[in-house]
């Protein structure tokens, strides 16, 4: 029979708990003993633990509920800009910029020169114009936002024509149809599936109509009989009609990818110059930035979406403005891009350099998960909706042993490793593994 007498009172394992105590504070360290002490009263085990046992027990379960659930992982799943991860990697000018923001009090509102008060999208109005070639610029908190807030402002109570090839569903069932309605505009769908004619936009339009919007499919293709109305007839469409067009690009990239031998995505400059009077985009996807929506275009448009009530809903904070605009000065120096912007950085990486890594690795992993390890040829995608029938030559891992036990081992890790589980075997493309050593001490520890 267990006997309970001999259990330590509260008092006398608080006597013991300087370090806990100091860590995470005497009043949450007597509840968790209490609670540790009500198991063991419940549970009678046999025999009953002594005092350093117990806390030991607390300890650890202290520390398990101390550590924040937004834990940093080594992205080996072979998407590079994975959704699910946090999209893109932050350069390091963007990181010193936003610590600064965070330690000290920022002239985030206020006119330093005139010393009245200012606005916050002047630290990245004249960026994105120089980067863009657009007459203004607005920023909003992601690019859904921009969407909704060009929409509200524009086509409120009236109707937004839109191609039926267009009609894109985003992550988490997010529908463009869905914030239209949001938007309080009505959508006007145009054409079929796979060809749309201008004579459809033409003939849709009526004086109900309060705009036409282009959409880039980022995340789809609709290949073979297929016919669309590009960007530059289209905006012709709407201005002979005395419209705005609006062109929502989605990812988004200000620079010509094919300069580090990727697919070309069309850039924000080139929707600006084919005559779009407003182009949205993302700043956490192909920009390589904090999440972000961007809103560049004709002036007066401008204008007016800073005047809608929603966009103080959906502004930025200063900490994310600051990394923003030290990630858009890093393209005034497109030759050294890559180097500093880990997006461009890791799509870039050549996959003999990733190929050599994992020669070098498969051995250590295999000795030390005691499974077989083999190099593979991967297939690495960009993520994020880019490029989604595109993929860029790789290399990887595959662990063969149990791969979905494995895969929840790697997971349970101090810096959990994430891989894909594909054909019997877990995974790891290592495109975007920083160095040997960011494995090797995941493992190990």
């Given at each position: 029979?267990?006997?309970?007498?001999?259990?330590?009172?509260?008092?006398?394992?608080?006597?013991?708990?300087?370090?806990?105590?100091?860590?995470?504070?005497?009043?949450?360290?007597?509840?968790?003993?209490?609670?540790?002490?009500?198991?063991?009263?419940?549970?009678?085990?046999?025999?009953?633990?002594?005092?350093?046992?117990?806390?030991?027990?607390?300890?650890?379960?202290?520390?398990?509920?101390?550590?924040?659930?937004?834990?940093?992982?080594?992205?080996?799943?072979?998407?590079?800009?994975?959704?699910?991860?946090?999209?893109?990697?932050?350069?390091?000018?963007?990181?010193?910029?936003?610590?600064?923001?965070?330690?000290?009090?920022?002239?985030?509102?206020?006119?330093?020169?005139?010393?009245?008060?200012?606005?916050?999208?002047?630290?990245?109005?004249?960026?994105?114009?120089?980067l863009t070639g657009a007459e203004d610029a607005t920023v909003v908190n992601n690019n859904a936002s921009a969407v909704l807030i060009v929409l509200n402002t524009l086509a409120r109570g009236r109707e937004a024509v839109v191609s039926r090839g267009e009609l894109i569903e985003i992550g988490g069932a997010f529908r463009m149809p869905a914030i239209m309605e949001q938007a309080g505009c009505k959508l006007r769908e145009v054409g079929t599936t796979n060809r749309t004619h201008a004579k459809d936009y033409r003939e849709a339009i009526t004086p109900e109509t309060g705009l036409l919007m282009k959409v880039h499919t980022s995340n789809y293709r609709i290949e073979g009989f297929t016919k669309e109305v590009l960007a530059p007839e289209l905006a012709g469409i709407a201005h002979d009609a005395g419209l705005p067009l609006v062109n929502d690009l989605g990812s988004g990239t200000l620079v010509d990818l094919r300069r580090w031998g990727l697919s070309p995505e069309p850039t924000v400059a080139e929707a600006v110059a084919e005559g779009a009077d407003v182009v949205t985009f993302s700043g956490d996807k192909l920009l390589g930035g904090p999440q972000a929506g961007f809103i560049v275009g004709k002036r007066e448009i401008i204008a007016a979406i800073n005047k809608n009530p929603l966009k103080r809903a959906l502004r930025m904070d200063k900490i994310r403005i600051a990394a923003t605009e030290a990630t858009?000065?890093?393209?005034?120096?497109?030759?050294?891009?890559?180097?500093?912007?880990?997006?461009?950085?890791?799509?870039?990486?050549?996959?003999?350099?990733?190929?050599?890594?994992?020669?070098?690795?498969?051995?250590?992993?295999?000795?030390?998960?005691?499974?077989?390890?083999?190099?593979?040829?991967?297939?690495?995608?960009i993520g994020s909706g880019a490029l989604p029938t595109e993929t860029i030559p790789s290399a990887g891992i595959a662990l063969s042993l149990a791969p979905e036990a494995l895969a929840e081992r790697l997971r349970g890790l101090a810096t959990p490793i994430i891989g894909r589980i594909h054909d019997g075997a877990l995974i790891l493309d290592l495109r975007c593994l920083p160095d040997d050593a960011a494995l090797l001490d995941a493992i190990a520890g």
């Open positions: 029979m267990t006997d309970l007498r001999s259990l330590p009172s509260v008092d006398r394992l608080l006597a013991d708990c300087g370090p806990l105590i100091q860590s995470h504070g005497r009043l949450a360290v007597t509840e968790a003993l209490r609670a540790e002490l009500a198991a063991i009263r419940e549970n009678r085990p046999d025999p009953v633990p002594n005092a350093p046992e117990i806390l030991v027990r607390v300890g650890s379960g202290m520390a398990a509920r101390a550590q924040s659930r937004l834990r940093p992982v080594l992205n080996l799943t072979g998407t590079v800009l994975h959704t699910n991860l946090g999209r893109a990697l932050l350069a390091e000018a963007a990181v010193d910029a936003a610590i600064a923001a965070m330690r000290a009090p920022a002239a985030l509102e206020y006119d330093l020169e005139s010393g009245g008060r200012g606005e916050r999208d002047s630290h990245l109005r004249g960026l994105l114009c120089e858009l000065r890093l393209y005034r120096d497109p030759d050294r891009l890559a180097e500093r912007l880990p997006t461009l950085r890791l799509l870039s990486r050549p996959a003999a350099e990733i190929r050599a890594q994992a020669e070098r690795l498969a051995p250590r992993l295999a000795a030390a998960l005691n499974c077989r390890a083999e190099v593979v040829d991967c297939a690495s995608q």
